[in-house]
């Protein structure tokens, strides 16, 4: 595949994997939040990385601090997850593979709130306005 194309079809799996999520574990979109894959190289609003270890840090019971447990964002802003662990992880309505980076732009108010493997409360809301 071209050096274009990976990218895009990663980002759309993803997507693809975060609303199967919502679907599959009770998590919930109240008042329907869209979310739109965009490039991992846009300017995000919102920048969270997960470090080396930190999964496996997670499940050995140490508690992570990498997003907040809530967070209220703007329809239009942008937010992008870079996982540089060995391990993928779940946050909130995201899952983000091993060394991958997930980028999304929100589109329409509402709520999204899933379970998330890198907050002390296992859980990270996002509530758009």
Do not use: W
Request: contains cysteine; glycine residues 12%; proline residues 4%.
């Amino acid at each position: 595949m071209s050096g274009r194309v990976a990218p895009r079809l990663a980002a759309l799996l993803v997507a693809f994997v975060a609303t199967i999520g919502l679907v599959l574990t009770g998590c919930s979109a109240k008042g329907q939040a869209g979310i739109k894959v965009i490039s991992p190289e846009q300017a995000a609003d919102y920048d969270y990385v997960i470090p080396r270890g930190a999964i496996q840090a997670a499940k050995a019971g140490k508690s992570l601090d990498i997003v907040p447990q809530d967070l209220k964002v703007k329809v239009g802003e942008r937010i992008r997850i870079r996982n540089k662990d060995a391990y993928g992880a779940t946050v909130g309505v995201f899952y983000v593979g091993a060394g991958e980076t997930v980028s999304m732009k929100f589109t329409k108010k509402g709520t999204l709130k899933g379970e998330c493997q890198v907050h002390p409360s296992g859980q990270f809301t996002i509530t758009v306005t």
